[in-house]
């Protein structure tokens, strides 16, 4: 079992930067491909980035390229999301996650650990 523990968001303007981190108890990550999703209001949970066990294998979603950066950190079992140029769309409570068996690019919200979720409200 593992237990995750995400922290970092916040209220901030259109154009400011965030950093999420995610710090993974439990078991060890090393070996766990990882991901940041988001869940706005009334919408469904949606991927924003994913990184492999080793951390040369990062992926993320249209919305968040150029953007967003994600990385992580094993010896500290710690994943992070670096996330500029924030925009009032960014606003949603983002989540991370652990999966234990399929590889980074194929993460879905499907089997995988959950974090409680942080908030990100970004205004205009």
């Known amino acids: 079992q593992v237990q995750l523990v995400e922290s970092g968001g916040g209220l901030v303007q259109a154009g400011d930067s965030l950093r999420l981190s995610c710090v993974a108890s439990?078991?060890?990550?090393?070996?766990?491909?990882m991901g940041w999703f988001r869940q706005a209001p009334g919408k469904e949970r949606e991927f924003v980035a994913a990184?492999?066990?080793?951390?040369?294998?990062?992926y993320y979603a249209e919305s968040a390229k150029g953007r967003f950066t994600i990385s992580r950190d094993n010896d500290r079992n710690t994943v992070y999301l670096q996330m500029n140029n924030l925009k009032p769309e960014d606003t949603a409570a983002y989540y991370c996650?652990?999966?234990?068996?399929?590889?980074?690019?194929?993460?879905?919200?499907?089997?995988?650990?959950w974090g409680q979720g942080t908030q990100v409200t970004v205004s205009s």
């Open positions: 439990g078991r060890a990550l090393s070996r766990y491909a």
């Open positions: 990184i492999s066990w080793s951390g040369t294998g990062r």
């Open positions: 996650a652990a999966d234990p068996r399929r590889p980074a690019e194929a993460m879905t919200t499907a089997n995988v650990y």
